[in-house]
């Protein structure tokens, strides 16, 4: 790949509660260069790195691109979006924003690709590599630590992984904030 | 009857009803397999063994006065005190006609443990027995993973749903992702 990943700030626009990179270059960038960060608009799975769309980023994206430093998110106006603002928009979309968040930092922290699972019936797809370059990923579901889950839900969660042959991890954030993740395998 | 591991016994050993226990004549071959508490000269074995051996045949059992106690009768029995009873004597003896050697652990939780001998060497399990529809939390999870852990066992699920099917998981924490 020609391109470096990105010095410079990538603007994104807050379009509603969606958030759009709209620089065609940079976005393209964000995606193959620097950690395979959103979808492009009407393109489902990029073959090969010559797109030119616009890149939609997930609240999660976001959130952490603009921690790190690397986003600027842009209101209608034109006025920067502060993260706190970001975090409010997840937190109203998103049942179990924090925790869930927690979880998407600290995979990404692990240089992890995280993408959305929701094809897959998981929260999130994990990549070591990137999505189209490995065949393994495996499947984590964040849920909150206070839930309690049926029995069921473990059959289902082994009947699941040997389905789409994936390992499916459960996650949840404990007290203390840490990150805990669970596999569970059939075993007879 | 199902089939799997026998006692080994060709004619049902004679036990005596006392209290939570049935009393038998102390048998190395018994022991070796995993069952009861040797008293003095006797093994003391526990309500869900009891039952086991009962219903396949290797063992009678009597009250103090001589009368048959009947397997229906163990079982209403050991439910009195133990309303996991039945869960716990259909996992146990799933694990054991499966010809694993297993033992139902005393206390508030439905804890069996197993020992397994695979090819790779003997397998320890701390085998949970949980019903669907009850429900769990990740803080009862972790201190089953605890508890597994200082057991130097490897942590199972045992689910049972509502007609008493079995399916068994293992439970793995994932450290490195």
Same mark, same amino acid.
């Given at each position: 790949?020609? +391109?470096?990943?990105?010095?410079?700030?990538?603007?994104?626009?807050?379009?509603?509660?969606?958030?759009?990179?709209?620089?065609?270059?940079?976005?393209?960038?964000?995606?193959?260069?620097?950690?395979f960060?959103?979808?492009?608009?009407?393109?489902?799975?990029?073959?090969?790195?010559?797109?030119?769309?616009?890149?939609?980023? =997930?609240? @999660?994206?976001?959130v952490?691109?603009?921690?790190?430093?690397?986003?600027?998110i842009?209101?209608?106006?034109?006025?920067?979006?502060e993260?706190?603002?970001?975090?409010?928009?997840?937190? +109203?979309?998103?049942?179990?924003?924090?925790?869930?968040?927690?979880?998407y930092?600290?995979l990404?922290?692990?240089n992890?690709?995280?993408?959305?699972?929701?094809?897959?019936?998981?929260?999130?797809?994990?990549?070591?590599?990137?999505?189209?370059?490995?065949?393994?990923?495996?499947?984590?579901?964040?849920?909150?630590?206070n839930?309690?889950?049926?029995?069921?839900?473990?059959?289902?969660?082994?009947?699941?992984?040997?389905?789409?042959?994936?390992?499916?991890?459960i996650?949840?954030?404990?007290?203390?904030?840490?990150?805990?993740?669970?596999?569970?395998?059939?075993?007879? | 009857?199902?089939?799997?591991?026998?006692?080994?016994?060709s004619?049902?050993?004679?036990?005596?009803?006392?209290?939570?226990?049935?009393?038998?004549?102390?048998?190395?071959?018994?022991?070796?397999?995993?069952?009861g508490?040797?008293?003095?000269?006797?093994?003391? @074995?526990?309500?869900? +063994?009891?039952?086991?051996?009962?219903?396949?045949?290797?063992l009678?059992?009597?009250?103090?006065?001589?009368?048959?106690?009947?397997?229906?009768?163990?079982?209403?029995?050991?439910?009195?005190?133990?309303?996991?009873?039945?869960?716990k004597?259909l996992?146990?003896?799933?694990?054991?006609?499966?010809? @694993?050697?297993?033992?139902?652990i =005393?206390?508030?939780?439905?804890?069996i443990?197993?020992?397994?001998?695979?090819?790779?060497?003997?397998k320890?399990?701390?085998?949970?027995?949980?019903?669907?529809?009850?429900?769990?939390?990740?803080?009862?999870v972790?201190?089953?993973?605890?508890?597994?852990?200082?057991a130097?066992?490897?942590?199972?699920t045992?689910?049972?749903?509502?007609?008493?099917?079995? =399916?068994?998981?293992?439970?793995?924490?994932?450290?490195?992702?």
């Open positions: 790949m020609a +391109e470096s990943a990105p010095k410079t700030k990538v603007e994104a626009r807050l379009v509603g509660r969606r958030i759009v990179v709209f620089d065609r270059v940079k976005g393209r960038n964000m995606y193959f260069n620097d950690g960060y959103g979808k492009f608009f009407m393109v489902s799975k990029p073959k090969t790195p010559n797109v030119e769309r616009e890149l939609e980023l =997930s609240v @999660l994206d976001a952490y691109l603009a921690e790190e430093g690397k986003l600027t842009l209101d209608a106006e034109g006025n920067k979006v993260v706190d603002v970001l975090k409010k928009i997840g937190e +109203e979309m998103y049942e179990n924003f924090n925790e869930v968040y927690i979880v930092r600290d990404r922290g692990k992890l690709i995280v993408k959305s699972g929701m094809k897959f019936g998981a929260t999130f797809v994990v990549y070591r590599l990137g999505p189209g370059l490995e065949h393994a990923p495996f499947l984590v579901h964040v849920l909150p630590y839930s309690k889950l049926d029995p069921i839900e473990i059959v289902r969660a082994g009947r699941l992984s040997h389905s789409v042959r994936k390992r499916f991890i996650a949840y954030v404990d007290t203390s904030r840490k990150v805990n993740y669970l596999q569970f395998k059939w075993l007879m | 009857m199902a089939g799997g591991e026998g006692c080994g016994v004619e049902a050993i004679r036990g005596v009803l006392k209290g939570e226990h049935v009393e038998i004549p102390y048998s190395a071959e018994l022991v070796e397999k995993g069952y508490e040797v008293e003095g000269e006797n093994l003391l @074995l526990n309500l869900c +063994e009891a039952a086991y051996l009962l219903d396949r045949g290797d009678m059992v009597v009250d103090s006065g001589g009368k048959r106690i009947s397997f229906e009768e163990i079982v209403t029995l050991g439910a009195k005190t133990d309303p996991d009873f039945w869960v004597l996992v146990y003896s799933d694990l054991r006609s499966r010809g @694993l050697q297993a033992k139902v =005393s206390g508030s939780q439905p804890i443990v197993v020992d397994r001998k695979t090819r790779e060497g003997e320890r399990y701390l085998v949970v027995c949980l019903e669907e529809g009850k429900r769990i939390g990740f803080r009862e972790e201190v089953f993973i605890r508890r597994a852990l200082e130097r066992r490897e942590l199972v045992a689910i049972v749903d509502k007609e008493g099917n079995i =399916s068994y998981y293992k439970v793995d924490k994932v450290i490195g992702v």
